[in-house]
């Protein structure tokens, strides 16, 4: 079996739980580790990888049987967006805070462990989101799981976002941004926009402006077959387009296009936990109320 480890270099308060989890995943009978190579170099001033072990760029890592992410969600879709193409299985590994995609926490090193040894685990396909431009200039594509968001500058007044799904014009939201989401990210980003909850297999995605001008303008959920442009006009010369976490500064009024992607992300649960658990536990859902 073999397995790439992504992970962050903010893990100090969970070194011996490493140790144990790198020693352990060593000893099964034909495990092979491979380690990505910026989070390799932090766990070897800090840990004693076992004999066997390699780092390997992002851009030079094998196809796995298994990728882990350690950390917390962010460190999930950065590794979402490194091997989400290949459609590798991701098990999320929590030593942060909130870890709702994560499918274990670091304190649970036995079980992973002996989850992963015996492939005790259920794998999910996730939709994901493609961006893109066709401007000469700002000519780019990218990936996201969670979600797209069209938003203004740091110093700037409030965009506007025409926006139009599969060619039909929509609406012109004029708000601090506009957040296009998977049921996946349904969680995040646009939860915080007060957008609805999805359930990740849903063949949805919600659009849900940020801070509207206008409070009729409300979050929609349309289907995931929909083709959504974007074109965004402010006072200022450029607008900022969050992927996934990862900025880029675009000019206005560079138009973007989102659409489903095609491939999936591979999410790993484990077996006995699912999408209602997740969110009595990461969500706080009823906590005083389960009376069932």
């Known amino acids: 079996m073999l397995i790439t480890v992504f992970g962050n270099g903010y893990q100090n308060p969970h070194l011996q739980e490493l140790q144990c989890l790198f020693d352990q995943l060593a000893d099964i009978e034909g495990m092979k580790l491979v380690v990505e190579l910026t989070y390799g170099n932090y766990l070897s001033e800090h840990i004693s990888l076992p004999q066997g072990v390699s780092l390997q760029r992002s851009d030079c890592l094998p196809v796995a049987d298994l ?25 999320g590994i929590n030593s942060g805070h909130l870890g709702y995609l994560s499918a274990a926490d670091i304190a649970d090193v036995d079980n992973i462990v002996a989850d992963i040894a015996s492939r ?50 929509l609406a012109n939201y004029q708000a601090d ?3 296009i989401s998977t049921p996946t990210g349904s969680t995040g980003y646009n939860l915080s926009a007060g957008g609805p909850i999805v359930a990740p297999s849903a063949p949805n995605w919600i659009i849900s402006p940020v801070a509207a001008h206008s409070l009729t303008m409300r979050p929609l959920v349309v289907s995931d077959t929909s083709v959504i442009e974007v074109v965004t ?7 900022r387009l969050s992927v996934d976490g990862r900025s880029v500064e675009l000019s206005i009024p560079t138009p973007i296009v989102v ?28 906590v005083g109320n389960n009376t069932l």
């Open 177 to 179: 941004g506009l957040v």
């Open 259 to 286: 659409e489903k992607a095609p491939f999936v992300t591979k999410l790993v649960r484990r077996n006995g936990f699912n999408f209602a658990d997740t969110l009595r536990h990461k969500l706080l859902w009823g």
């Open 120 to 169: 005790n685990y259920i794998v999910e396909s996730r939709s994901m989101l493609k961006v893109s431009t066709n401007d000469m200039l700002d000519k780019l594509v990218l990936y996201a799981l969670n979600e797209v968001a069209v938003l203004k500058m740091d110093t700037a007044s409030m965009i506007s976002a025409c926006t139009t799904v599969n060619g039909e014009f």
């Open 233 to 239: 006009h402010s006072r200022a010369d450029s607008f």
């Open 67 to 91: 990728v882990l992410s350690i950390g917390g969600d962010g460190t999930f879709l950065r590794t979402a967006a490194a091997v989400a193409p290949l459609e590798l299985p991701i098990m």
